[in-house]
């Protein structure tokens, strides 16, 4: 089940690693914008607020990471705190764009399911 947890919580890692790039380096991109469903008016007038919140997206995935490093070769409880810190954050703010926004429900379940997938799993896996 560990392993199960660790592919999981990887696929989060990389996922708001990806969040972070698309948020703080390319947020006015065409591409970007198109992802985001937002004009370049948008985004240029949010390109602050978007470069700060890609940086909570990569601060989660590094902390996820971290604990995924001391789950696999350090200190188990550590590497469970460090994931259900990091992962459970993920989730969570999936939760409230879900709630908050529920045209974006699909964002935010790509957004939740695979660090929701990944705690539960390395929760399990330590029971």
Request: charged fraction near 10%; proline fraction near 3%.
């Amino acid at each position: 089940m560990t392993v199960v947890a660790l592919v999981f919580t990887g696929i989060a890692v990389l996922l708001h690693g990806y969040i972070f790039v698309m948020e703080s380096l390319q947020w006015t991109a065409p591409r970007t914008r198109a992802t985001f469903g937002t004009s370049a008016q948008e985004a240029e007038a949010t390109r602050e607020m978007a470069f700060n919140q890609g940086f909570y997206n990569l601060f989660l995935a590094i902390v996820a990471a971290v604990g995924m490093g001391f789950t696999a070769f350090g200190d188990a409880g550590i590497g469970l705190a460090l994931v259900l810190a990091g992962a459970g954050s993920m989730v969570a703010a999936g939760l409230i764009l879900l709630i908050s926004s529920p045209d974006k429900a699909r964002a935010a379940l790509i957004q939740l399911t695979p660090p929701l997938i990944g705690c539960a799993a390395l929760v399990i896996a330590r029971l």
